[in-house]
Nanobody, 118 residues
Framework: QVQLVESGGDLVQAGGSLRLSCEAS????????MGWYRQAPGKQRELVAI???????NYSDSVKGRFTVSRDRAKNTAYLQMNNLKPDDTGVYFC????????????WGQGTQVTVSS
C-alpha cells in the first residue's frame, strides 16, 4: 500500500515561486508514474504535470515553461517546482501515484493549498 503526503503549499504573491513535495511510503512508488493535479474552488480537478517511469514529463498548457516536475527515487519523493506563479494557479494541489490506467489503483495524497495573490 502506497501512502502519499504533500507539503510546501503556501500563500505567495504573483510572480513568486514554490516547491511542492510529495513523500511516498511503500517501495512500489519507485516504479509508478507520478502526477500532480490541482483543484481550484468551484472547478474540477485538473492534471498539471506528470512524470512517468522512464523520467519523461508532460505538462498542461497552462503551466508549461513555468512548472517542473521531478522525482528523487532514493528519497521516495516527487517534487513540483512552480515559478512565475499566477492567481489562476491558486488551488489545492494533489500528488497521485499511477501504477496503471485503472483509476481504482491510483493513490492520492491529502492535498496542499497554494494561494497566489495578485
Amino acid at each position: 500500500q502506497v501512502q502519499l503526503v504533500e507539503s510546501g503549499g503556501d500563500l505567495v504573491q504573483a510572480g513568486g515561486s514554490l516547491r511542492l513535495s510529495c513523500e511516498a511510503s511503500g517501495t512500489i512508488y519507485r516504479f509508478d508514474n507520478m502526477g500532480w493535479y490541482r483543484q481550484a474552488p468551484g472547478k474540477q480537478r485538473e492534471l498539471v504535470a506528470i512524470i512517468v517511469r522512464d523520467g519523461n514529463t508532460n505538462y498542461s498548457d497552462s503551466v508549461k515553461g513555468r512548472f517542473t516536475v521531478s522525482r528523487d527515487r532514493a528519497k521516495n519523493t516527487a517534487y513540483l517546482q512552480m515559478n512565475n506563479l499566477k492567481p489562476d494557479d491558486t488551488g489545492v494541489y494533489f500528488c497521485v501515484s499511477v501504477p496503471n490506467s485503472n483509476r481504482a489503483s491510483w493513490t492520492w495524497g491529502q492535498g496542499t493549498q497554494v494561494t497566489v495573490s495578485s
